[in-house]
């Protein structure tokens, strides 16, 4: 069966991001080699002992001695090991989640993308990534080398052993292959139930309301438990193939015991040449086999990362976009947009078809009309959330499109709908706007939205905490400190995305009044169905429902 | 010790497996005895070979070649018959699960409260799948591997100090260390939500961040969560090493231990001594899996810690102990209705007073936070009111039977739910005894009869999960379809253009009064677009009705 295309740009992906990786994964392995070492010489060590033992003096008390140094050395290497496999995936992690973030900030507000998915894409789908550079990477390389290692060391000192060890170790390929033809296929069906099972599962916890309100909650548990039955007996047939392939990597070990202790204890009789070598070819088994079960436990590991990696990959494949920079900011600003169109992908109609405006620098412009006309999207360009699809928009005369978004982003300062509040104190979610602003400054623009009138009631004035897990301000409050943040960017555009639509009239016209002060001397561009802002001394623009601007209105 | 309270109460959970469960154990340790005997035989056949290739180690040998064969293929069983038992164990502990949250969060999980929760009780369930076969199931093959071991060893007690002794510590220790692990693994659970809330934060609030051209600061926050999970993390794992490195130590202590003691006892010692070595290393292979399977523990017990919080969350409103007759009348009255989601937060309804008569149409308007989701839920009662009430023909309808009052309040909710089951599947949730014809007339009503006949598949399409088969209009209206099918007397819509575009979401609304057909309807909307069939508009701020202007 062949994987799906995005199944192999996945691999591809996860690929480079593992030569990426390739110097923090060499420690791991490196010591992983040096525990098989210490290993093969605990075995001999134990050989020699064993042989003492049996009548075949040589080894002592020092060995003794020798073996409990080793076993902790061991111990110290094992966990050193995982140390060093936690901080390399620790690393690729928190690169990868870097990455994704920035370009998640570059598709910006638009992308179609959920929070929630996109939050469960940087924080689980990355998460899911851990064990393909933490244990997979190191196991694989370690299935390799270990067992060579141990071969070599077999070699000098009994090479039909070795032999026997190498043949051996190319069985559980071919023998996995052979019960693996059926049991990958099975296990790949299996794995497909289980999701399916699983995806039921979260599917009715997630519509749990809708089954409660139409009596159906119980039906759905029953039907589950039936879900539940049929999958266990479709799995079960499944599992009794893909469970033979482990059974074999079990009987080729046990199978490699019994033949060399077959072998030397066959001949470990008084004339055995060197009972401690024959012993210590037979101990080194266990050693052999070790790195193999390593590997074939993180194998489930790659398959959860191949399934996250399909999911991140188209995300992070491709260069972000590029732009000019912003040598300063201008103190005033002219806009004007030229025949400018903007087209969702998908959508009906153009958002915007050849729009047409200009401003002059302290300009303020209204612009209104039903929802959906294309206000937002007017913003949208001037913010860099949106690309004109075609035309032009000039600011100061220079073309705005060859700035990068974020260089854009600097000209203004912007309100939206609904302004967010992030878990922090109010100070410093003013502070957002400019983190380097003096608490002059800082008054100045929280005296000027308003919100030191409200934040005086409040038990912590200006610290006390606000969003996620803090108090909750409502909405006309939030507003108020969204338009400080914008009073304290004092930047030279001014764009406002329906600014009072969560507001009650009272509220409305103490915030009107705020927005009437921010746009004092600057360009503005207001977006805008309430009645209150007509108010304002600007220009008004009429957006249509035929999507076309038309001429502006004095 | 509260962790092994939880997992006794999760064994509880699955009585009626009780069998199976037993069962896989009694193979598990079958195999893990069948281990001891291959490595006993073994062991005698080498220390029979060196001492001149007697009678006994020729036997020992050919002993040796069935064993070979006999414990992969016990391990096999041993694998499909615990599998066997834990699949039916998981699908108990789903279907108890749900039928407890249907009963403790009838609104849904998530629902008052941070999104992530579902996700985390979704892996908590799959830890618990683990509890079984990652860690009763290899404890039992190691109990009995080191019981056996200290039987055949028994007759020399320096012996059972030397070898017994290490093993049963390598056993027993990553058990004894499971709790504290389960704490750590708490945390790097509760980092890993912390985590979530620093991406949420940021990518909820994204508009403002770029505005403020704060992705840099913005991506150094998230970073910084980034970090302390690691590090959580990082003393998750280490204690997982320690526990690993702690046990692979004492198996090997055993296996020195008794060739320390063959030295000493000499010749005399020397079949028992290759015995015990051959003992030890057989052990090892059991006991390795002993650390997985304290880590295993620990993820069930913090798993099941909270599983059980959810399950006995108590019901937002307890259902009356002898219900009330469902009344005939449909006035729908609120009376002094105030509601807030948490004690901290400001109350989103503050005595609101409100009646609404059979078959009146009325509009709530509001922005989102307003408080209509809130009126939604307590008119479901998937919330209770803070003081006031809400009556339905004059009884309250805390006093109805849930089932009784949900017949006749269907509330289309934001997030009503399309199942991934086939369009009739969907709609026969709410009137599973309806004929296609019915469901044809609903879908009618909600005027999207004419598409679902232009599928090829017609009734029997898939929705996908959560709808995601069809556009967002399409969905939304297949869920109308489904809200209009019972005969419910009042009908309330949440945003129910919430993803329309414009045009659509005027037919949508122009066709509500055919669709509701004589019906009490509420719409709760953040605007109205004037094609509305309404009686009566009030607009909700700052948690007070008032009549809405123009």
């Known amino acids: ?554 | 010790m509260s962790m092994w309270a939880d997992l006794a109460s999760v064994w509880r959970l699955w009585a009626a497996r009780r069998r199976a469960l037993w069962a896989g154990l009694a193979v598990a340790m079958l195999s893990a005895l069948a281990g001891v005997a291959l490595m006993t035989l073994a062991g005698k056949g080498v220390a029979a070979g060196v001492a001149g290739g007697g009678m006994l180690g020729v036997a020992a040998l050919l002993w040796l070649r069935p064993f070979v064969l006999i414990r992969p293929a016990l391990r096999w069983w041993e694998r499909m018959a615990s599998h066997d038992a834990a699949f039916r164990a998981l699908a108990d502990t789903r279907v108890w699960f749900f039928r407890r949250l249907a009963e403790r969060m009838p609104g849904g999980i998530g629902f008052t409260g941070s999104g992530d929760l579902l996700g985390r009780l979704v892996s908590d369930v799959d830890a618990l799948d683990r509890f079984y076969l990652g860690a009763v199931v290899p404890a039992a093959g190691a109990l009995a591997a080191v019981l056996a071991i200290a039987l055949l060893l028994g007759a020399e007690p320096a012996l059972l100090l030397w070898v017994a002794l290490p093993l049963a510590v390598a056993l027993v220790l990553p058990l004894a260390l499971a709790p504290a692990t389960a704490r750590a693994a708490q945390r790097a659970a509760e980092a890993r939500g912390a985590l979530r809330a620093a991406a949420v934060d940021p990518l909820a609030g994204m508009e403002d961040v770029l505005a403020a051209n704060a992705e840099g600061r913005a991506a150094a926050r998230l970073a910084e969560a980034d970090r302390a999970m690691m590090a959580a993390q990082r003393r998750l794992v280490a204690r997982g090493a320690w526990a690993g490195a702690a046990g692979q130590l004492l198996t090997q202590m055993a296996l020195i231990g008794g060739l320390a003691w063959g030295l000493m006892a000499g010749e005399a010692g020397a079949a028992l001594a290759v015995l015990a070595l051959f003992l030890a290393i057989g052990a090892a292979e059991m006991l390795g899996l002993m650390p997985r399977a304290g880590a295993a523990l620990a993820a069930a017990g913090a798993g099941a810690r909270r599983l059980f919080e959810a399950a006995d969350a108590p019901p937002p409103v307890a259902e009356p102990a002898t219900p009330a007759a469902p009344p005939e009348d449909a006035t729908l009255a609120l009376e002094r209705l105030s509601f807030a989601w948490s004690p901290t937060a400001p109350p989103v309804l503050r005595a609101v007073d409100l009646v609404i008569r059979p078959g009146e149409r009325i509009a709530i308007l509001g922005p989102s936070g307003a408080g209509k989701s809130s009126l939604a839920a307590l008119l479901l009662r998937f919330a209770a009111p803070g003081e006031g009430r809400i009556t339905l023909g004059g009884v309250d309808i805390a006093a109805l039977e849930g089932a009784a009052l949900r017949r006749r309040v269907v509330v289309l909710s934001q997030n009503a739910r399309l199942f991934d089951d086939s369009i009739a599947a969907n709609l026969r949730l709410a009137a599973p005894e309806a004929p296609e014809a019915a469901l044809w007339r609903a879908l009618a009503k909600a005027g999207v009869g004419e598409f679902v006949r232009s599928l090829p598949e017609g009734l029997e399409t898939l929705c996908g999960e959560g709808g995601s088969r069809f556009s967002g209009g399409e969905a939304r209206r297949i869920a109308l379809a489904r809200a209009l099918l019972p005969p419910a007397p009042v009908l309330v819509l949440d945003e129910p253009t919430a993803g329309l575009d414009q045009a659509a979401a005027r037919a949508f609304l122009a066709t509500l009064g055919t669709a509701a057909e004589g019906r009490t309807l509420i719409l709760l909307t953040h605007e109205l677009t004037g094609v509305e069939p309404l009686d009566r508009a009030f607009r909700l701020a700052g948690g007070r009705l008032l009549p809405a202007a123009g």
């Open chain 1, 1 to 554: 069966m062949e994987p799906p295309v995005n199944g192999r740009a996945a691999s591809a992906w996860l690929r480079k991001e593992a030569r990426a990786q390739r110097g923090r994964v060499a420690l791991p392995i490196a010591l992983g080699l040096l525990s098989t070492l210490c290993a093969a010489g605990l075995a001999w060590l134990i050989a020699r002992l064993l042989a003492t033992l049996l009548g075949f003096p040589g080894g002592g008390w020092a060995d003794v001695g020798l073996a409990l140094l080793l076993i902790l050395v061991v111990a110290l290497l094992g966990m050193a090991q995982e140390a060093a496999q936690t901080r390399a995936g620790e690393a690729a992690r928190a690169r990868i989640r870097a990455a994704l973030f920035a370009r998640l900030m570059a598709l910006g507000p638009d992308d179609p993308r959920g929070v929630g998915e996109k939050a469960s894409l940087l924080v689980d789908r990355v998460e899911a990534l851990e064990g393909f550079f933490a244990r997979w990477l190191p196991a694989m390389a370690l299935a390799l080398l270990s067992p060579l290692l141990i071969i070599l060391i077999a070699w000098w000192a009994d090479w039909v052993s070795a032999l026997v060890l190498l043949v051996m170790g190319l069985l559980v390929p071919v023998g996995m292959a052979v019960t693996g033809i059926g049991a990958a296929r099975e296990s790949r069906r299996q794995l497909e139930v289980l999701g399916r099972l699983s995806g039921r599962f979260v599917d009715r916890l997630r519509g749990l309301a809708t089954l409660v309100q139409f009596d159906q909650a119980e039906a759905e548990a029953r039907a589950l438990a039936g879900k539940a039955e049929e999958f266990r007996a479709r799995t079960m047939r499944v599992l009794r193939v893909a469970f033979l392939s482990t059974t074999v990597l079990e009987l080729l070990a046990a199978g490699t015991i019994a033949y060399l202790a077959w072998r030397h204890g066959a001949h470990l009789g008084a004339n055995h040449p060197d009972p401690a070598t024959a012993l210590f070819c037979l101990l080194l088994v266990p050693a052999f086999f070790q790195p193999l079960r390593t590997f074939s436990q993180a194998y489930h590991e790659a398959l959860a990362a191949r399934g996250a990696a399909a999911d991140l990959a188209p995300l992070l494949e491709g260069a972000p976009p590029a732009g000019l920079r912003l040598a300063e900011v201008p103190p005033r600003v002219a806009v004007a947009f030229t025949e400018v169109s903007l087209a969702y992908p998908g959508a009906p109609a153009p958002a915007l078809d050849r729009l047409t405006f200009a401003l002059a620098p302290g300009e303020a412009l209204l612009l209104v009309g039903p929802s959906g006309a294309g206000k937002s999207s007017v913003l949208k360009l001037l913010m860099g959330f949106a690309r004109p699809t075609s035309g032009r928009i000039a600011l100061n005369g220079q073309d705005a499109t060859l700035l990068a978004p974020a260089e854009l982003r600097r000209l203004s300062a912007y309100v939206g709908q609904r302004a967010h509040l992030f878990a922090g104190t109010i100070r410093e979610n003013i502070l957002l706007a400019r983190p380097e602003a003096s608490e002059a400054e800082l008054l100045r623009a929280a005296e000027a939205a308003r919100v030191l009138a409200f934040a005086r009631e409040l038990p912590e004035g200006l610290e006390t905490r606000v969003g996620e897990g803090g108090y909750g301000l409502s909405g006309g409050q939030a507003q108020r400190v969204a338009l400080a943040r914008a009073f304290l960017r004092d930047a030279p555009l001014v764009l406002l995305d329906e600014p009072t639509t969560a507001l009650d009239p009272g509220t409305e016209a103490e915030v009107m009044e705020a927005i009437a002060r921010l746009c004092a001397g600057r360009t503005a561009i207001i977006a805008t169905h309430s009645p209150v802002l007509r108010g304002l001394s600007a220009r008004v623009l009429a957006l249509g429902e035929g999507r076309r601007a038309e001429s502006p209105v004095a």
